[in-house]
């Protein structure tokens, strides 16, 4: 991605801090983190890691648009699908969770990883977020491929 591109990621993810200039600076400075405010220009749809994981690998199809910005915690094992903000939206299955209106995200700069924190998709400053629709569908395929694959466990 080029710099230009950078500029713009950096500018449109800052936008959604209290003080965008403070988001920047703890972005280039410190731990380089910032905690964002989901619901106003995105939320975020979390999910356990290897369902996130296959879920974006289900995304990257040449019929499809280009994955919306996407987040790993390393740490907590989880993926955070950017989306549209919903505030009536409802999203269900087990490991899911939604944050929207009222919720904080933390984010390192769309540039590099910071600590536990990577952009597998960086935003691009364009304002392209996953469809709502288009990830349901891969997260049911998903879904349907990992209980496949995973081993029932006899009692």
Same mark, same amino acid.
């Given at each position: 991605?080029?710099?230009?591109?950078?500029?713009?990621?950096?500018?449109?993810?800052?936008?959604?801090?209290?003080?965008?200039?403070?988001?920047?600076?703890?972005?280039?400075?410190?731990? =380089?983190?910032? /905690?964002?405010? @989901? *619901? %106003?220009?995105?939320? $975020?749809?979390?999910? !356990?890691?290897?369902?996130?994981?296959?879920?974006?690998?289900?995304?990257?199809?040449?019929?499809?648009?280009?994955?919306?910005?996407?987040?790993?915690?390393?740490?907590?094992?989880?993926?955070?699908?950017?989306?549209?903000?919903?505030?009536?939206?409802?999203?269900? =299955?087990?490991? /899911?969770?939604? @944050? *929207? %209106?009222?919720?904080? $995200?933390?984010?390192? !700069?769309?540039?590099?990883?910071?600590?536990?924190?990577?952009?597998?998709?960086?935003?691009?400053?364009?304002?392209?977020?996953?469809?709502?629709?288009?990830?349901?569908?891969?997260?049911?395929?998903?879904?349907?491929?990992?209980?496949?694959?995973?081993?029932?466990?006899?009692?």
């Amino acid at each position: 991605m080029s710099d230009a591109k950078w500029g713009h990621g950096v500018e449109w993810l800052a936008a959604a801090a209290l003080d965008p200039r403070a988001c920047k600076r703890a972005w280039d400075q410190g731990e =380089g983190i910032a /905690l964002l405010a @989901a *619901g %106003r220009f995105w939320d $975020v749809l979390s999910v !356990p890691d290897r369902l996130g994981l296959l879920t974006l690998d289900l995304l990257w199809q040449p019929a499809l648009p280009v994955p919306g910005p996407t987040l790993v915690d390393t740490v907590a094992h989880r993926v955070g699908f950017f989306l549209p903000p919903e505030p009536d939206s409802r999203w269900i =299955g087990a490991g /899911l969770r939604h @944050a *929207g %209106r009222g919720s904080w $995200v933390a984010v390192p !700069p769309p540039y590099r990883p910071a600590r536990y924190l990577e952009w597998l998709v960086p935003p691009d400053g364009s304002g392209a977020l996953h469809r709502p629709s288009t990830l349901e569908r891969a997260l049911r395929q998903a879904h349907g491929a990992l209980a496949t694959l995973t081993p029932v466990l006899d009692d």
